[in-house]
């Protein structure tokens, strides 16, 4: 595949990263990094080209092209070989048209997409299928990653418990005592992460998961990690699709991201 993206310095230095590298700052200014891509290979196969390629996979049982995310692939983690991709088939959610509440908010035409009918309840699973299918590559180019971490506060909690668990990798877990609800509690025990709760708040616990990645041989899934991102944007893709192609006037989608720095 000529397709390639790689982690460059929000900041503008110039620093770029392997996508396969570990790292979550640049180390030239200590700035956050985010992920880019070669544009100008995309732009060579034309618009109408793509979207014919993306209907082709949209929903199908061809592994993994059937996911929401995945169906994108050359758009998010072109380095990820299909072998290593731990997908639930997330995405392909929900989008109907709400007329009663666009009429109470002065809006024609208000289209609501439900998110919350992935795996775990929650859109941020679009974003962990990237990270940990990453992980899952670096392990099969022999890394020595042991385990994939996170504070959270429930939802980023579930979310890499149940990929993990798909992958059988080692997910930890640092939740702030009495600060999550008993729902969210009981998933990323289900699925085997363990998972500490913490006399803290979350960025008590964030600093905390900080320091044991930094330790250990544990790689980082908080939003500080920009691969979520690379998930999390093809919502706006898939909302066009499922438009048939017609660009919406706007499109409000959620972060629910707390970047630490």
């Known amino acids: 595949m000529p397709y390639r993206a790689w982690f460059e310095c929000i900041g503008g230095c110039g620093e770029r990263y392997p996508l396969t590298e570990i790292v979550y700052e640049c180390r030239r200014c200590g700035e956050l990094l985010e992920v880019r891509h070669d544009l100008v290979e995309l732009k060579k196969t034309p618009p109408a080209e793509w979207k014919r390629t993306w209907d082709d996979r949209y929903r199908r049982t061809q592994w993994p092209y059937?996911?929401?995310?995945?169906?994108?692939?050359e758009l998010v983690a072109p380095v990820v070989r299909d072998e290593n991709i731990v997908s639930l088939y997330e995405g392909g959610t929900n989008l109907f048209r709400a007329g009663r509440l666009g009429s109470q908010l002065g809006i024609e035409r208000l289209w609501i997409k439900l998110c919350g009918n992935e795996h775990t309840g929650s859109f941020k699973d679009l974003g962990m299928t990237v990270l940990v299918s990453m992980v899952n590559q670096m392990i099969a180019d022999g890394a020595k990653i042991i385990?994939?971490?996170?504070?959270?506060?429930?939802?980023?909690s579930a979310a890499l418990a149940a990929y993990c668990a798909a992958a059988g990798i080692q997910a930890i877990v640092f939740l702030p005592r009495g600060k999550v609800s008993t729902a969210q509690l009981i998933q990323p025990i289900a699925n085997g992460a363990l998972t500490l709760s913490l006399d803290t708040d979350f960025d008590g616990c964030m600093e905390l998961i900080r320091q044991v990645c930094t330790r250990e041989k544990i790689y980082l899934a908080n939003s500080m990690n920009s691969l979520r991102v690379e998930g999390q944007k093809t919502v706006g893709i898939e909302i066009v699709q499922q438009l048939e192609w017609q660009i919406p006037d706007w499109i409000i989608i959620p972060g629910g991201n707390h970047c630490w720095r």
């Not at 385990?147 to 980023?156: H, L, M, P, Y």
């Open 66 to 73: 059937g996911s929401g995310v995945w169906g994108k692939k």
């Open 147 to 156: 385990g994939v971490a996170c504070a959270s506060t429930g939802d980023t």
